[in-house]
């Protein structure tokens, strides 16, 4: 049986084996767009133009990680100032996925009430408008440069960014709609490889990326491994993982959960920044490699440049849902473990409660 998932960022098919209970799943993309290929012979800098247009859910991800990459590769230094604002924004796109994910791609396969669409563009709104304050635009902000950030904003900006948190974490109901979601949901499907990789424990040389037409295929250190919130987010959640494993409701709760944690912590950060400080140091531009490694909303996110005589030689990206989605019919991806041996009426609701971009895996 072939499956079109829709509703998503992009498409995805499934070819699955078995009637009633999945036997088999296979998982293919048939976007491509070839940026890596386009972005050869440009300007490094043309590179914090192109890559946020990847995706128009986490763009913002692509630039932060492009910056990244390239400094990496100049041996570039940036102000607590310039680090703390990216810090702040990308925060907020990571709380704007998990609210839309939520809200407008998980919840209709099992509430068909739109009231809930509205409330996650209401919610999306602000926090818009937040990223714009400090960015200048959202989405396809080119603020985060190599060395720091473009803008300079003043003190009353930073108060309304605060007032704006403040108003987000007033409206939000989103445990109370976890467990409505639930109420004709086995909490308990859904479990996947219970293998976790989190950014910060990455090794570069331990990444192995296959690609072709229709598969994306990520290991690292020769197996599948799970990236995203609840890799973040289970030692935060300790009593429903131990409870539930890493199954269907796990994953949920803890985007839910981190949306929570990373506006409180955005508070945090907007006290923390000293607008005294400069917002860019000019590095010295050398011909090198780079690259960069950061949690976006997905999970693990990877670019990686060569740069000589300031023009890009070679670029990589590898994209979370390369890690969560691989299709493989030997060893089982996060996503297929998590779909095998599960009722065929489950099938949408579980491949999505992994936030899947077909567009990211596209690019």
């Given at each position: 049986m072939k499956k079109l998932i829709t509703k998503i960022e992009g498409e995805a098919v499934l070819n699955i084996t078995g009637d009633e209970v999945v036997e088999f799943v296979e998982i293919e993309f048939y976007q491509f767009r070839g940026v890596e290929e386009y972005l050869k012979n440009k300007h490094f800098m043309d590179a914090l133009v192109i890559n946020p247009r990847?995706?128009?859910?986490?763009?913002?991800?692509?630039?932060?990680?492009?910056?990244?990459?390239?400094?990496?590769?100049?041996?570039?230094?940036?102000?607590?100032?310039?680090?703390?604002?990216?810090?702040?924004?990308?925060?907020?796109?990571?709380?704007?996925?998990?609210?839309?994910?939520?809200?407008?791609?998980?919840?209709?396969?099992?509430?068909?009430?739109?009231?809930?669409?509205?409330?996650?563009?209401?919610?999306?709104?602000?926090?818009?408008?937040?990223?714009?304050?400090?960015?200048?635009?959202?989405?396809?902000?080119?603020?985060?440069?190599?060395?720091?950030?473009?803008?300079?904003?003043?003190?009353?900006?930073?108060?309304?960014?605060?007032?704006?948190?403040?108003e987000i974490l007033e409206e939000l109901e989103l445990f109370k709609d976890l467990e409505l979601f639930f109420k004709n949901l086995p909490k308990e499907i859904g479990k996947s490889n219970n293998r976790f990789l989190k950014a910060d424990e990455v090794e570069i040389s331990q990444i192995y990326e296959k690609k072709n037409q229709k598969h994306q295929f990520v290991t690292y250190d020769n197996l599948f491994f799970e990236v995203g919130p609840l890799a973040r987010q289970r030692k935060n959640i300790s009593a429903i993982y131990e409870k539930y494993q890493d199954s269907i409701y796990s994953r949920i709760y803890a985007r839910l959960f981190e949306t929570q944690k990373l506006l409180k912590e955005n508070i945090t950060i907007c006290d923390e920044i000293d607008l005294s400080e400069a917002s860019y140091i000019k590095p010295n531009i050398t011909s090198n490699k780079g690259h960069s490694i950061i949690e976006a909303p997905r999970g693990i996110l990877i670019h990686e440049i060569e740069i000589l005589n300031e023009k890009i030689q070679n670029y990589n990206i590898i994209v979370p849902t390369q890690f969560n989605l691989s299709s493989d019919k030997n060893i089982y991806s996060p996503a297929q473990q998590a779909i095998i041996g599960e009722k065929t009426e489950y099938i949408d609701t579980i491949f999505k409660c992994f936030d899947i971009c077909a567009v990211c895996v596209g690019h």
């Open positions: 990847i995706c128009g859910i986490c763009g913002h991800s692509h630039l932060i990680a492009t910056a990244k990459a390239i400094e990496n590769a100049f041996d570039a230094k940036i102000t607590k100032k310039a680090e703390l604002f990216r810090k702040l924004t990308l925060n907020f796109e990571i709380i704007e996925n998990h609210i839309k994910w939520f809200y407008i791609t998980l919840f209709p396969t099992q509430i068909k009430d739109k009231k809930y669409m509205f409330k996650a563009l209401k919610l999306s709104q602000k926090i818009s408008k937040a990223i714009a304050l400090i960015a200048g635009q959202y989405p396809h902000t080119s603020y985060a440069i190599p060395g720091g950030i473009t803008s300079d904003i003043t003190y009353v900006e930073l108060i309304k960014v605060k007032n704006l948190i403040e």
